[in-house]
C-alpha cells in the first residue's frame, strides 16, 4: 500500500511539473516575442517557427501541383516565398494551420510519450539546419548572427537528441531538459498564428519588387484570392482558434486529463 501511495504520488508530481513548465513557456514566449527589449533573442526563434511554416506551405504548394521558385526571409523574421501554380486554398493555409496541427502534435506527444522525446528532438533539429542552410540566405535575412544562432539551436535539437539520456523523472537530467526545450519549440510553432497576429492584420499580401509579386502574408492573400467576401480579420480570428483549440486539446489529453485519472488515496489505508 506504502509503494502504490508512493507511486501515484511521484505520478502526480511528473504531470504537475509538465504543467508548470507549459504554463512558464507559454508565458515566456509571448514576452519574447512583443517585449521590445528581447526582439534581438527573439529572431532566431522567428527563423525557426518561419522554416517549420516555411517547410509545410513549400510541401503543400508540390502536392497540390505547383513548384516552390525561392524562399527568403526579411529581416522582421518573416518569410516571403516565390512560387507558382498550386491550390491556393491549401497552400495558403497549409503553414498557419499546418503549424498549428504540428505543434499540438508534437505538445502531446513530448508530454505523453516520452520515449519518442529523442526522436522528435534529432527530426526536428536536423530539418532546422537542413531548411536554414538550403533555403535561408544570411544576405537575405540580414542578420549574419541570427541564422548562425538558428543553425546552432537546431544543432542543440540533435545533440539533444543523440545525448538526451537519464531519467524524465529528474528535472536535471538531460531527458528533462530535451522535453523542456520541445515543449517551448511546440508552442512556438503550434501558436504560430497567435504570435503573429499583430503582423498578420497591418501587413499587406503581397508587394511587387522589379516586377515579381511577392507574397508576404499569407492570410491577407487567403482573404483577397480565396474568400474575397470574409475579412482579413476574420480569417486571422479564425485560425488563431483553431490553433488554440488544437493545443487546448493536446494540454488536455496530455496533462490535465492524465492528472485526474491518477486516483486519489483515500482507498489506501
Known sequence: MLREFVERKVRREIVRRNLVISVAAFVGIFALWYVEAFSSLAHPFRMFVNNIHGGLSAFAMQVTGGAVDSFSL??????SILFHDGADV???SAGYL?????GALMFFLVNRAPHLIRLIAAVFGVFTIGFTALFIQPSASGDWISWILCLGFGALLVILGWTGRGDINQLQSRKSLTQIVLTVASLMVGLHIVLDLP?????????????VNWIIN????????????????VIAFSWAAIAIALMAAAFHFSITRRLRQIPKNDDIV
Request: hydrophobic residues 45%.
Open 74 to 79: 526579411s529581416e522582421a523574421g518573416a518569410y
Open 90 to 92: 491549401i497552400t495558403m
Open 98 to 102: 499546418g503549424s498549428a496541427a504540428l
Open 199 to 211: 503582423q498578420v492584420l497591418s501587413t499587406p499580401a503581397s508587394v511587387e519588387v522589379d516586377g
Open 218 to 233: 499569407p492570410v491577407a492573400y487567403f482573404a483577397e484570392n480565396v474568400t474575397p467576401g470574409i475579412s482579413v480579420t
